[in-house]
Nanobody, 123 residues
Framework: QVQLVESGGGLVQAGGSLRLSCAASGRTASSYAMGWFRQAPGKEREFVAAISWNGGRTYYADFAKGRFTISRDNAKNTVYLQMNSLKPEDTAVYHC????????????????WGQGTQVTVSS
């Protein structure tokens, strides 16, 4: 497995922006698609965005389209999530994960998870 460490979360006002980073260890990290998920208190974990191993394909949840952008720099073994026009409902712990099989939208198809970074959006 690969070790993943997220950073970049924080407190921001509605309408603001944050850029999350996910640093991966292990020389094979760049060979896999990667995803971002989030989990708000009392809610189930939900898919946010994903990116293919070479960055050629990206996938977004409907709520993320037009506001969030996922990208990666394989030379740095890092995946990013740029979040703009943040809303209070975006408040959650954001996790990155490594995709290893089947549907890229399902959390069950990811086998390595970071500890998460808290994003809090105030109104």
């Amino acid at each position: 497995q690969v070790q993943l460490v997220e950073s970049g979360g924080g407190l921001v006002q509605a309408g603001g922006s944050l850029r999350l980073s996910c640093a991966a260890s292990g020389r094979t990290a760049s060979s896999y698609a990667m995803g971002w998920f989030r989990q708000a208190p009392g809610k189930e974990r939900e898919f946010v965005a994903a990116i293919s191993w070479n960055g050629g394909r990206t996938y977004y949840a409907d709520f993320a389209k037009g506001r969030f952008t996922i990208s990666r720099d394989n030379a740095k073994n890092t995946v990013y999530l740029q979040m703009n026009s943040l809303k209070p409902e975006d408040t959650a712990v954001y996790h990155c994960a490594r995709h290893y099989r089947d549907s890229i939208l399902a959390s069950a198809n990811y086998d390595s998870w970071g500890q998460g970074t808290q994003v809090t959006v105030s109104s």
